[in-house]
């Protein structure tokens, strides 16, 4: 793997292919190794069941409480 490797160069990529801005982005993530995404993203999710990730803009309920769902529809 490519040391340039990361959530957030995934994302600059898919950015690029559709032409759209990072603001019109939401990433969710649930550990560590999403920070960079959840840093980059214009809305960053971190899931009731992570660690602590100070730098997101909202947390949501667990996977199992249906956060991913609650994050999309309401």
């Known amino acids: 793997m490519s040391g340039d490797a990361s959530k957030s160069n995934a994302i600059k990529k ?3 292919l559709y032409q759209i ?3 019109e982005i939401m ?3 649930d550990n560590f190794n999403d920070m960079d995404m959840l840093e980059y993203a214009g809305l960053g999710v971190a899931m009731g ?3 602590r990730l100070r730098i997101t803009s909202k947390e949501s309920k667990t996977l199992a409480q249906q956060g991913f769902y609650l994050q999309l529809c309401c």
């Open 14 to 16: 898919l950015i690029n």
């Open 21 to 23: 801005t990072s603001q």
């Open 27 to 29: 990433a969710v993530g």
């Open 49 to 51: 069941n992570a660690p």
